[in-house]
């Protein structure tokens, strides 16, 4: 990677647009899905960012690209004859989501993993057929040419398939990806009654990944790399919805780890742990702070409370 230039990271999945109902009636429309908000996230802090998702020429595709072109973001269409996805988020007085979806995934075309520095993926791309057997196939190209892969499962049980072929899926991609980042809900579904999100965490991390953490809302996060576990504790502030927060974290490691050179480090110490997540985490809380999905810029603190 040149010093001249910004690192370059390919991220793929879907963007849509969400329909955020509140309790008191309103409604808002914001551009959204895992990996847009992850791309947008990475642009932000400084990263050459490419978004490769299906976009429609239709008035949520609109919100779509003028959202992306704000935030640096390079749209890289994988077919456009179809309509924008979009997810109805419904909030409760706590400022909780829950979510219903309009959308397919089955991409044209994907990029060359190998114009990249990383490569990402994750959320409904990566398990929603058919475009996600073109998803896998880009992360063993990636891994394959040694790229680094970061991924995030980001479930959704609704839209996913049963538990067993899901899960067979999600630890078939963390075998092939060096970060790995799942929630506290990520990790009840796939353990399915078996164990908990900490236990499931610690399975995922032996089965390839150089670091996995483990998000758990308003608690303390989770890092992994190795034997090396940590936890890192999550800033107070006053919350408007917690939209995109998962995203913002994993995009913002992403950053972090390019940014410091870490991409190709086959272990890390608790220490260097514990400066990724209190990064990760503070811009997390951040995107919680305002409506939607919206992540932080650099330069960027965390808002006084009160």
């Known amino acids: 990677m040149s010093a001249a ?103 044209e075309s994907l990029p060359d993993p190998a114009d990249f520095d990383l490569v990402h993926v994750g959320s409904i791309g990566a398990w929603m057929a058919p475009g996600a057997d073109a998803v896998a196939d880009l992360v063993r190209r990636a891994h394959a040419s040694g790229q680094p892969v970061g991924f995030d499962p980001n479930v959704r049980p609704a839209l996913a398939p049963s538990i067993p072929v899901l899960r067979q899926r999600v630890f078939d991609l963390a075998r092939l ?47 992994r790399s190795g034997d090396t576990e940590v936890e890192v504790q999550v800033p107070q502030v006053e919350v408007a919805d917690t939209i995109g927060a998962g995203d913002t974290w994993m995009g913002t490691l992403l950053t972090e780890l390019l940014l410091r050179g870490w991409t190709d480090r086959t272990a890390f110490t608790a220490e260097e742990l514990r400066e990724l997540g209190k990064a990760a985490v503070a811009a997390a809380a951040i995107t919680v702070s305002r409506p939607g999905a919206d992540p932080p810029w650099r330069g960027e603190r965390l808002p006084p409370r009160g």
Request: glycine share 12%.
């Open 177 to 223: 990806s060096r970060f790995v980042k799942l929630s506290d809900e990520d990790a009840e579904v796939l353990a399915d009654g078996h164990g908990d999100p900490l236990s499931v965490l610690r399975e995922l991390a032996t089965h390839g990944p150089v670091l996995a953490a483990l998000t758990r809302g308003g608690e303390s996060a989770v890092l």
């Open 5 to 107: 230039r910004a690192p370059r990271a390919l991220v793929v999945g879907e963007a849509l647009v969400d329909v955020t109902r509140k309790p008191d009636g309103s409604v808002a429309e914001h551009p959204g899905g895992s990996p847009l908000n992850v791309a947008v996230t990475m642009a932000r802090q400084g990263i050459d960012t490419t978004l490769a998702a299906q976009v429609g020429d239709d008035h949520f595709g609109s919100l779509v690209r003028a959202h992306l072109e704000r935030s640096g973001v390079t749209l890289d269409g994988t077919g456009s004859s179809v309509p924008t996805a979009s997810a109805t988020a419904t909030l409760d007085e706590g400022g909780a989501a829950t979510y219903e979806f309009d959308l397919h995934w089955d991409p």
